[in-house]
């Protein structure tokens, strides 16, 4: 069994947490969070350890591997802590708000002696990975365009929304990882359309959009198209598109049941969408620590790499540029 | 091009009349109804003459074909008159209600010199045929169990019920030729069950069924369910499913057109399904039509034969024999 | 967290086991199978303990509950062995082959201070639910048809067959149980009719069917049909249709994931159905133990009781005394 | 019987003019082509008769209208000369690939006395209309993203290619009139994003593209995608998206038939996309000539106006200046 830790246990922390406790492959160590109600809470469900701070687990050899889900602003100290402890690493996503912050880390990870693996679970959803396999098989021949939809069923708080980095750091990075991941190949250039549909008083006092098209081009010519709304009432709607020489894969929306119902002037009327990304995305973070087990008890190169989550950053800057500049940004102008 | 004519102006009358107007291969000639205004309305919009008797379209010259859709009880009258007259004809299901007199009108047409083609629209159906085309290429493998399901969208008037021979006869029929058009193979044991839910009052006053569930079996050992209602709040919910070793084909519901709503607490709604047998089954009118004018026009063997409409027949009786009677039901009993 | 045990650790055992274990109400305190490597290999895998008898375990304190998942023939013992020793007992379908059996032990049963639950695992089946939510919130309005489709990935292997009891009282007995369920009525009258079409030698060995159709009334005139197979070969194909004056609602299959293809030729091509009851029905058997935990914790009555369970094998009976003797059975004859 | 001549007797106008002829409401008085047999085939089908010259149609007091399908480079010249004779015209797209000559028309046109419709037939599509009806009831609620995906099942001919004016002005005209019908606003800025990638060394050639992705946004921030490629081998795909604050409304593609299969390692395999625009928009086609006839008999305002084509066409102009610049183009931009 793998030990694993988690420092941070926010909602995606105790996710982690629980998830890691129940898994087959692993089990939970100990728990950190600054907050130490949030670490008692999720212990006294699992039976974890506490630890009055991050250090402590970092140093405890009976410790395999970490699952860093603290706030944004404190995950490259983490990373430079779990690299001096030499121990393996799952990190949330963005790294750093900061880009240089995360340019400097990717030097100090550049040795590779420590394993860095980033958090982006959609990799492992069955059915966008379905989409992947159709392309890597043939089934949809050269690659020609992408379509990436990805509604969140509703706005987080205005506290998290105001340290979040703006939607292109904060959500659409998980869609510019999902095009690379599909398209296989890098970016060069980005359009992005912001507008402040869902609650333009708040965008409008934070500076930030609700509501992003983007359209994204590789070297080759193949098109990306992302499209992101803060609010969907009809639930988490994520869903990918790949289009090719010989066909077409869909990754279709999931609902928490298959009853259907037909009545007066009506049919065919469905649950919602599964509800948000804890939902949606069970079997992809039961997925994500299984791969996790496998770099921290083989050592096999992460399945989703630091760069991968560098890279996702770069499109968000470029993103970010884009709409507000109002002009496509390539993606040298990036660094 | 092929010169029909029409007699009987009722509903799926006036339908034929104006998919023969409409129709490429094949022109309206003639129209004819013992109530003279049935027969006007439809002949001032498609333009064709009308005559005082059926007589007169079956020893006219210049009709090719008649197509048969007056009152079930004149059925066999007509075919005979067709017959002495040597005009191709398309009737309407069914024959006649008394089993007797069909056998007798069988008989009257053994020697063959005169085609009839039975009215059984479903055969044309491009959903229904490609299960059917399904099995016969192989992708259903040996066939095990078919599944029908038929229900109207509502009750037919009382005057329409009471002289329809009852649910058996007038609605399933459809639903026992398609068993025969998709397991390709004779029915041997008839059990039918049959219930009073949708309006009992009008059904225990008619001594007929409103709602029907019925097992057939071949002497292979094949397996047919049917199921009918007379009203389905969504639309007429027309579907055929056969499954075998090899797979399962399904014909599905068709809507009129393909929107489809998600909102706050549902994803999915869609049309109802269409209409009635007039929407339904258009397509497949104008193919009936269609194969009639090969009849007509090559002789070419009818797609559906006058024995395709005695053994649906045959199946009725059975059916309403092992209803009324609570026990399964040999055919060979049935002759 | 509420200790349970297990009794017999086979395919379904183990599944519960490792249910038991990683459910967040429940802790799996012993094990047990007449074959021990079988109870070591899940013993070691989840950390419960092994006992020599099932006497250890009804005799342990620290046992609040049982889940019976041993041979069918030995269930009435273990049930009488829990009664004595006043354990809660979760058991699987069937109690016995034996009616006799079956009714001594419900009469053991009759004073109701031990609870029995029963194992129709596809009551707690979100989309089987929903189905019946939907009637109960008066979306299907009164119901009228229930079509219930379930079709087994394969055959099991001979050896199980042989002593399974014969197709309905070993896999039908969970589709009579989702009548019951579904139609919230007791059934009247049973109609089956089986054909041996998968595995015709093996079948004619012995003496059972492997594809079978069913029509079965309530005293109302409410239709259920079941149509079963032993093999479909696109997955375990699990289907409820509940057709009633309001309206439709249908429980349709589920995959393991929504990528859809469409290439040269075709579209909408998706995974197969998911494998086998233990995919299928994941979420329902966890919160089957969820409702076992509450009948344990709470003493909660068993939402699918011991009667439930009587009442299915009684189904079975009649179906068989039906499928054999070519005729309908009235509930009222079995006894 | 609204009498209607058709000018242009190549493939869209063969249609026009069966479908005139088949038409309840219409009779296909005449038809015209400079090159005579394609003509005399269509007349020969239809009865109609033809002339020598388009003159003679215009000036023939027995056609109540026109419709306008001859090659695009004609077609302000038959607009003036329609003008002149004072008949009401159904004209296709687009209106002419020099801007100038549509904004001389307009000049023309704008006293309004002889009404002009355009061919955006897709407007009377029912899947794509019900879309707009769904916003229009508030079922979408406020609109906030459309997205427009658009597959022709292959490439024209290079001859026609040649003289098409470009993706944007052939192809993408269509839904740069499906956005402005369902944004129900106009457009601010356009980018667009053109590879080539079916075909790379035709398109080098024609210095054109065949995949192509933009965005548009509103004056309000409403944003809309369209999707285009020249080859789709599952069929010609054709999808309206709108999502809003109350939910989403989807236009889905039709297949020519409802039959699905599942087999050994997939299930719901449908037919493909009905096959072009002849296919798709079968029915909306008619319903457009029923509108036509509107115009014609009641003096009704076109339900799809010149202006409709000229805004449609600046869309194709400022489309091509941003894919061929890299850059959004304000649409005041465009004159």
Chains 1, 2, 3, 4 share one sequence.
Not at 97 to 118: I, Q
Request: with cysteine.
């Amino acid at each position: 069994m793998t030990r694993l830790a988690v420092l941070g246990c926010g909602r995606i922390g105790q996710m982690h947490a629980r998830n890691i406790a129940r898994h087959s492959r692993t089990t939970l160590g100990a728990v950190f969070d600054v907050h130490r109600p949030a670490a008692e809470a999720i212990a006294a469900e699992t039976g974890a350890r506490i630890t009055d701070t991050a250090d402590e687990i970092f140093s405890n050899p009976d410790i395999d591997g970490v699952v860093i889900s603290t706030s944004t602003d404190t995950h490259v100290t983490m990373i430079e802590a779990g690299v001096a402890a030499g121990k393996p690493m799952l990190c949330e996503k963005p790294i750093d708000l900061d880009l240089d912050r995360v340019n400097a880390c990717a030097h100090l990870l550049s040795k590779g002696e420590v394993p860095v693996m980033l958090g982006f679970v959609r990799r492992f959803d069955p059915s966008h990975g379905a989409v992947r396999s159709a392309i890597a098989n043939g089934d949809v021949g050269e690659l020609h365009q992408v379509v990436i939809t990805s509604r969140d069923p509703d706005l987080a708080p205005e506290a998290y929304l105001k340290v979040s980095g703006g939607i292109f750091r904060d959500m659409t990075i998980h869609d510019f990882d999902m095009a690379r991941f599909i398209l296989n190949e890098e970016i060069d250039t980005v359009f992005a359309s912001g507008s402040r549909l869902v609650a333009p008083d708040l965008m409008d006092r934070l500076d930030d959009f609700d509501t992003v098209s983007i359209i994204m081009t590789t070297a080759s010519g193949k098109q990306c198209v992302i499209g992101n709304s803060r609010r969907s009432v009809y639930g988490y709607d994520q869903r990918v598109e790949a289009f090719g020489s010989n066909g077409m894969a869909s990754s279709e929306n999931r609902k928490p049941h298959a009853m259907v119902l037909s009545g007066g002037g009506f049919s065919g009327k469905a649950a919602p969408c599964l509800d948000f990304f804890i939902e949606r995305y069970n079997d992809a973070f039961n997925a994500e620590i299984d791969a996790f087990a496998d770099v921290v008890e083989h050592g096999a190169p992460p399945p989703v790499s630091f760069e991968d989550g560098r890279q996702a950053q770069r499109l968000a800057e470029a993103a970010l540029k884009s709409a507000t500049g109002h002009r496509p940004v390539k993606m040298k102008e990036i660094d």
